[in-house]
């Protein structure tokens, strides 16, 4: 029996996917271009930001490690940060793919042990703080605001990095207390 390469299928199946929410965001972006400002509100949620908002929510990490290259070189929204933020997804979700393949932590016995632990603990600290920070705006903002239509289209648009740091806080977490057993499992996935 064969067993499956999540370094390959991972990378294929969310590409795919986020090449055709990208096509509908482009899609989308000339809908809401030739309406102009015939919305009092901004466009509707469905159709014409659930693309945006589902390749966001998959992708959450990617968009954050794409930040400082849209920044530096000053991409406005539309094709060029969308066709960088696809290729950073194939290599992200290589790399999800490789450490599901041979596990989180490195199974080689390595002298720099306590550096790994403080790293992953670090990485982990960093994102349950930002995780934090994420919940105290969205508290803030409906105590300020109060209303229950801006706070769940908030909510939404913020809902992929919140579940995104959680699981990898809980999971560079998990990776550390694994790093420091005695008993370390040569064969342990994660």
């Avoid at 400002?37 to 990617?62: C, E, F, H, K, R």
């Avoid at 849209?70 to 997804?89: C, D, V, Y």
């Amino acid at each position: 029996m064969r067993t499956i390469r999540y370094r390959v299928v991972l990378p294929i199946f969310f590409g795919l996917v986020s090449f055709v929410l990208i096509a509908w965001e482009f899609h989308n972006e000339r809908v809401i271009q030739s309406m102009g400002m015939a919305w009092d509100t901004g466009p509707p949620v469905w159709p014409y930001q659930a693309s945006w908002i589902l390749l966001q929510g998959i992708n959450a990490p990617v968009r954050l490690m794409d930040l400082p290259v849209i920044a530096a070189f000053g991409l406005k929204s539309g094709q060029q940060p969308l066709a960088l933020e696809l290729l950073t997804i194939l290599v992200w979700w290589w790399f999800i793919g490789w450490r599901i393949d041979f596990g989180l932590v490195p199974t080689q016995i390595s002298l720099h042990r306590i550096w790994q632990v403080a790293g992953l603990w670090t990485i982990s600290l960093g994102l349950f703080g930002f995780l934090a920070y994420l919940i105290a705006d969205q508290l803030h903002f409906w105590s300020e605001y109060g209303t229950v239509a801006g706070q769940l289209m908030r909510l939404m648009r913020s809902a992929g990095l919140l579940i995104w740091c959680l699981l990898l806080g809980t999971w560079t977490a998990i990776a550390g207390l694994r790093c420091i057993r005695k008993d370390n499992d040569p064969k342990s996935t994660i």
